[in-house]
């Protein structure tokens, strides 16, 4: 299962977002007992200003990695400031581009995004752009030099699933940079599906930090990311349009007649 990303070798495909989680506390928990090694963190809850009294740094364990959000910037400037302030601050150089405009559908704003990546990278970040599904830009950001891609599955925290798997398996199949699908996946059958379809890796958020047992739900997000991406790698098997019998239709024992 182990793969390679920004230089990084990593165990676990299961990324895991901390905007939502209801406690600090529980990350060291989602580290060991999920083995979740990425962690993204937006910036916004490093400041003072939140409902925490400690910055959430302090919880991240030392050996996993954090990724920076840049969520709440509506342009390029804006998501550049928030990850050169975001490295002073963590240390790290992995930085997710995500920049909306939009805040009903929280699309992403390509125009944007593809300006901040290209500044980014020449700062010398490791850069994770959140986009479409759109093939042309996920090219176009390869060329310039990001680390992968993270195209998305739904709306963020839809819980919808994979809403555009027709536009997602073309960006898997023409890219060679990593595919980390991100936003929208509400249940591990909706990851497994994504690993099964190619992507290298998975992005939880809401449905992890909203459920019921965080740490339960990213223990039963891990196990259905491996099994995925295991039946990938294994190689699914053809659909056929009529039955096709599990066992010989040929000697057959007939009864008495």
């Known amino acids: 299962m182990e793969f390679e990303i920004a230089n990084k070798k990593l165990k676990s495909r299961l990324f895991v977002g901390t905007g939502k989680l209801p406690s600090y506390e529980i990350i060291p928990e989602i ?9 993204t963190v937006s910036l916004r809850r490093v ?5 925490h009294t400690k910055s959430i740094l302090e919880y991240i364990p030392k050996d996993a990695i954090i990724m920076l959000n840049t969520s709440g910037a509506t342009n390029y400037k804006e998501a550049v400031k928030i990850a050169q302030i975001g490295r002073e601050l963590s240390n790290s150089n992995w930085v997710k581009v995500e ?3 939009d805040l009903k559908y929280l699309f992403p704003d390509s125009i944007e995004t593809l300006k901040a ?19 042309g830009l996920a090219k176009e950001l390869e060329n310039i030099g990001v680390k992968a891609v993270m195209p998305l599955a739904s709306p963020i925290g839809t819980n919808k699933g994979i809403g ?19 936003a929208g996946i509400g249940r591990p059958s909706h990851a497994a599906k994504a690993m099964e379809f190619g992507a290298d890796a998975v992005l ?12 339960e739900m990213t223990k039963a997000f891990s196990k259905a990311v491996e099994a995925g991406r295991l039946a990938f790698d294994i190689g699914l098997l053809q659909e056929y349009e009529y039955a096709n019998a599990s066992s010989p239709l040929f000697d057959i024992i007939h009864g008495a007649e």
């Open 31 to 39: 580290y060991t007992n999920a083995n979740v090694e990425v962690f």
């Open 47 to 51: 400041g003072p200003n939140t409902k």
């Open 99 to 101: 920049i909306e405009k």
């Open 117 to 135: 990546c290209e500044e980014l990278v020449k700062l010398g970040f490791d850069v994770f752009p959140y986009i479409y599904p759109d093939l």
């Open 164 to 182: 555009c798997e027709v536009l997602l398996k073309p960006i898997i199949n023409e890219v060679k940079i990593p595919v980390i699908v991100d």
């Open 204 to 215: 939880i958020n809401t449905a992890i930090a909203t459920s019921n047992n965080p740490v």
